[in-house]
């Protein structure tokens, strides 16, 4: 099933919420290095999708997403 352009909009941005929410809590002074490892992976993995959601839009809207 294709995604609408206006729900492709919506996961963009629960994408970004959920990696600001990351990126935030990566700012603690008190975390250990595994936990900034962790948190490093998952903005990593958050970027990958983010990228797939928006190449998904552009082709979408018949650009080529580039």
Do not use: C, W, Y
């Not at 990958?48 to 552009?58: H, I, K, M, N």
């Amino acid at each position: 099933m294709t995604r609408s352009i206006p729900h492709l909009f919506a996961d963009i941005t629960a994408a970004l919420e959920d990696m600001h929410s990351i990126a935030i809590e990566g700012q603690r002074r008190d975390n250990a290095l595994d936990m900034q490892v962790a948190l490093a992976g998952h903005l990593r993995e958050g970027v990958r999708s983010l990228d797939a959601t928006v190449l998904a839009l552009a082709k979408r809207l018949g650009g080529r997403g580039d």
